[in-house]
């Protein structure tokens, strides 16, 4: 009898679960078909000419100069880094001749084209001229030794070829070839090639930015080095992925100091309070319990962006993040590269405790870096840093201090503006197979130096690169291809007429 009764509520509690399943499935079908392309609709660049043999050789003698830079010793390799000075001069004779050259903190280098209105806002464009050491005892693993600078099978080989000497070069080509057609730029053009970018930009971006500052200079359009147009690397996407970086993160490395009564290896103290134990406790909650992470910010905005470009379930998750958000969140968390552009990411970089086997030391030291996401602070890090040892390890037994050096996350530069419509259009242009898309940099450029003199600063570098070539980047056998060369010179030989007319702001 009972069972009769319910029977009709059973059937309508079916049929209202079965009509919210198909409001649900319409819903994700109608709102992943609405989300169109936001590519921009561009022809592509007739491809200026470039003498690849003369361009590849000329990039490739800077690349002989082992321009190192140093946190501590300002003058190392000072030679090198005046050997590149000079060549400049000698190979671009033109820029030499119509740029104001200004050697700021010693070694860095600041161009002043002048435009034909002073009331313009300027632009910049940056480079730096310090490359990174080779890791020791791998010297042999290149196949063309580290500083060679040959030309070989179509690359230029070593180090600073990609990183960042093809930038510095490529922008000097690109004004050379204007200023030999006779063009001059509407509103002056600032070159700013740091020589200490690989150590935090202090001497050299730092420097010129506060001299900049101190002029008065507002910039209206910068661009830096930062990502790429990548190949085969975007879950879903087959075509190449050029990301604009619209903002870099913060950096912080925090020193963690925790101190125990020291004592003899056979008379150990209760569990969990020598000083290796509270470090070990402290590290290892610091690992699992990480700032929290979203699809957020400038995440979000690029993965709106590309959605329609997508195909099969990549396409309907992501223009549904409403309904697939935590299951797409869970994914990118997994996976090193996507998970650094959801969070403040946490790195046990250094641990140091103990000179001998049995004797129990009375401290141990730590050093934990992370990299800030925008809307985070290097303070909200400390905070977080505080409360996690301090369950690790009671009574106040430790200690904290914030390395120099520190920065909070740039400003995002937004990209409903002229100035992001202009670098978007440039992309396309001279690379018309690849998306575009903003992007998160998630390590460091000199960039970050500039925030208090521009709101648009961007970081892109027009080199395309797939999973192989990203294991060249500061590692072995780095090179450049030479008709990617030709095409980063072509580019910025388009963007910088494109971006000097933009609307006055």
């Avoid at 022809?43 to 100069?65: I, K, M, Y």
């Amino acid at each position: 009898m009972r069972f009769q009764e319910t029977t009709p509520m059973l059937k309508k509690t079916l049929w209202g679960l079965l009509a919210l399943f198909v409001l649900l499935v319409a819903a994700v079908g109608i709102n992943t078909v609405r989300k169109g392309s936001r590519q921009l609709q561009v022809e592509p660049l007739a491809p200026v000419a470039v003498d690849a043999t003369a361009v590849a050789a000329r990039l490739a003698e800077a690349v002989r100069l082992q321009t190192l830079s140093s946190r501590d010793d300002a003058q190392l390799s000072a030679d090198q880094f005046k050997a590149l000075h000079a060549l400049l001069q000698a190979r671009f004779p033109r820029v030499h001749a119509a740029l104001q050259r200004e050697v700021v903190g010693d070694l860095s280098l600041l161009y002043t084209w002048k435009g034909a209105d002073p009331q313009a806002r300027p632009i910049m464009l940056m480079a730096h001229q310090d490359v990174v050491p080779v890791a020791p005892g791998t010297e042999g693993d290149w196949e063309v030794p580290p500083f060679a600078g040959e030309v070989k099978d179509g690359f230029i080989w070593g180090r600073g070829s990609w990183d960042d000497k093809g930038n510095l070069l490529s922008q000097m080509e690109a004004v050379e070839m204007l200023l030999a057609s006779g063009y001059q730029p509407p509103r002056t053009i600032y070159l700013a090639y740091g020589a200490d970018e690989e150590v935090g930009g202090a001497r050299g971006a730092q420097q010129i930015a506060a001299l900049l500052q101190q002029r008065g200079v507002r910039l209206d359009f910068v661009l830096d080095e930062g990502l790429l147009v990548l190949e085969g690397l975007m879950p879903g996407i087959a075509k190449p992925t050029a990301l604009i970086g619209v903002a870099e993160k913060g950096y912080m490395s925090v020193v963690l100091k925790v101190s125990a009564t020291p004592g003899h290896s056979s008379m150990p103290p209760p569990k969990g309070t020598s000083a290796i134990a509270m470090m070990s406790a402290a590290l290892a909650r610091l690992e699992d319990k990480q700032l929290p992470a979203g699809i957020r910010g400038v995440a979000f905005e690029m993965f709106d962006t590309l959605a329609p470009e997508m195909s099969g379930f990549a396409r309907v998750a992501l223009s549904n993040l409403w309904l697939f958000g935590p299951v797409v969140q869970k994914q990118l968390e997994g996976a090193g590269s996507t998970n650094a552009m959801l969070r403040t990411t946490t790195a046990l970089t250094i641990v140091n405790a103990g000179n001998k086997e049995n004797v129990l030391p009375g401290r141990a030291e730590a050093t934990v870096n992370f990299r800030i996401l925008p809307g985070d602070t290097k303070e909200g890090v400390l905070a977080h840093v505080h409360s996690h040892v301090a369950d690790a390890a009671p009574g106040g037994k430790f200690e904290l201090v914030a390395l120099p050096g520190a920065v909070d996350a740039s400003k995002v530069a937004p990209t409903d503006s002229a100035q992001y419509r202009v670098l978007n259009q440039t992309i396309r242009e001279v690379f018309p197979d690849a998306l575009v898309a903003p992007g998160l940099m998630v390590a460091g450029t000199d960039s970050i130096h500039y925030g208090a003199i521009s709101d648009h600063i961007f970081k892109f570098s027009p080199i395309r690169a797939n999973s192989e070539d990203l294991k060249r980047f500061h590692g072995t056998n780095e090179r450049l291809s030479v008709a990617n060369y030709q095409d980063a010179i072509r580019f910025y030989h388009r963007l910088i007429p494109q971006v000097a007319v933009l609307p006055a702001q």
